[in-house]
């Protein structure tokens, strides 16, 4: 505990419907910090800055306010214990760390993290992107994601070297560019 994190919304980013986002904010120090999705969105006028909660009158079609302040404790205590394991460790950054392994949709247990290893799959990686978004981004998003995919596996068996984290620099993004651009077999619907 005692973690710089709080909970913030930018008032400045109102998305079309209305709402605004409110960010798991954590300050590693005075020139670093990060902000984390924290999967809930109201408009800005039903958030109280100085308590950092949600407005009693909140209208119905947002969610019920305990419900919605209940999980931003949630969330908010989750990216505490993940910086508390992090710091308890010498040779890790701990806003890396919580950027790693902070999502939505998972339970985050450190007795877990000890003992295993993160996959390092580009695809398993897509995989996990598709499952923490696909609550809070339109569907038309995740096929896109998913095209990017099926366009990744492709020059993968063009090039016949497997693609991972290492491979992405200026030379590996040339080559996909051109192979998007001459190489690539379209799909027929």
């Not at 609550?135 to 096929?143: P, W």
């Amino acid at each position: 505990m005692g973690q710089p994190i709080k909970l913030i919304q930018k008032k400045g980013a109102v998305r079309k419907d209305g709402t605004s986002i409110i960010f798991i904010q954590y300050c590693y120090s005075a020139d670093e910090r990060t902000l984390l999705d924290s999967g809930v969105a109201i408009p800005p006028s039903f958030w109280n800055k100085k308590t950092a909660r949600i407005s009693d009158n909140l209208p119905d079609q947002y969610g019920e306010v305990q419900t919605l302040q209940n999980m931003l404790i949630q969330r908010r205590r989750k990216a505490e214990d993940i910086v508390e394991y992090a710091a308890g460790k010498s040779n890790v950054n701990p806003m890396k760390f919580l950027k790693d392994n902070f999502h939505l949709s998972s339970n985050w247990k450190p007795e877990q993290m000890a003992n295993s290893k993160i996959n390092l799959c580009v695809y398993y990686q897509i995989d996990q992107y598709i499952k923490d978004k696909e609550t809070s981004v339109k569907r038309c998003t995740i096929n896109v994601i998913n095209a990017m995919k099926c366009h990744l596996k492709s020059f993968e068996v063009y090039r016949k070297q497997p693609i991972t984290f290492d491979s992405f620099d200026v030379i590996f993004y040339e080559e996909f560019v051109k192979f998007l651009t001459y190489d690539i077999v379209q799909m027929r619907k």
